[in-house]
């Protein structure tokens, strides 16, 4: 079945830096990516829609000068948090999807952020 | 707009009582529902889905969920619970078509006593 990787799975880095979080559809082509974020306890909230060769859709409240999101290739997209700070710590999930239509989701195992 | 709400933040139930997990929407277009489960640090995993076919859906794990329309709902159920059903549940919903943007629920945290 449709597979998508997360890499990586932890990162901790210094309040300040950058990083890069990348979302690969192993064995589809994923033509339209999404991009959420869990807070501990909490649920997901969509972050932004990314169409392959397209600048990422953002929801209402999310920065996009921080959250940059470059979906280059139908089986990469990748989130990089700019100047993290500590409130940026989440749990960052991607999905993909290679069809129209609302049933074909897969998500990967996500990407756990501490920012000390 | 489009939302879901899950009633009830935790959920404990015995070994091999019933599950029952509640999820209600509110949707200007016929919805498509789905249910994950997210177990400690992992991402999501599609349970089940309901995309206007049959009302009744069957998912993995023994687990299924009615849609009524009346009722605005879209419950979880399973007859038994196993220990490792132990994990976060999410309804969800989206009104389908290209951009298959889902709204999440809060989420249920389900617990299994021995």
């Known amino acids: 079945g449709a597979v998508v990787s997360q890499h990586p799975s932890w990162v901790i880095c210094k309040s300040g830096t950058s990083v890069k979080i990348e979302c690969r559809s192993l064995d589809f082509q994923a033509t339209t990516m999404f991009w959420y974020r869990q807070f501990p306890k909490q649920s997901l909230m969509l972050m932004a829609t990314?169409?392959?060769?397209?600048?990422?859709?953002?929801e209402q409240g999310v920065e996009k000068d921080k959250f940059l999101i470059n979906h280059a290739s139908l089986t990469l997209s990748t989130l990089t948090v700019t100047s993290a700070h500590p409130e940026d710590s989440s749990f960052y999930i991607c999905?993909?999807?290679f069809g129209v239509g609302a049933n074909v989701l897969t998500f990967g195992a996500g990407s756990r952020l501490t920012v000390l | 707009a489009q939302s879901v709400t899950q009633l009830g933040s935790h959920v404990s139930v015995s070994e091999g009582a019933l599950v029952l997990l509640r999820c209600n929407y509110s949707s200007s277009v016929p919805p498509y529902l789905f249910w994950y489960v997210q177990y400690p640090n992992q991402g999501l995993q599609l349970l089940l889905k309901y995309t206007s076919a049959a009302t009744l859906v069957k998912g993995i794990n023994g687990f299924e969920a009615e849609f009524k329309k009346s009722e605005t709902s879209f419950h979880l159920t399973k007859p038994s619970a196993h220990m490792s059903d132990a994990a976060e549940y999410f309804c969800a919903v989206t009104s389908g078509g290209a951009t298959n943007k889902l709204i999440f629920g809060t989420g249920t945290l389900l617990a299994v006593q021995p």
């Open positions: 990314s169409n392959e060769g397209s600048k990422a859709t953002y």
């Open positions: 999905s993909a999807t």
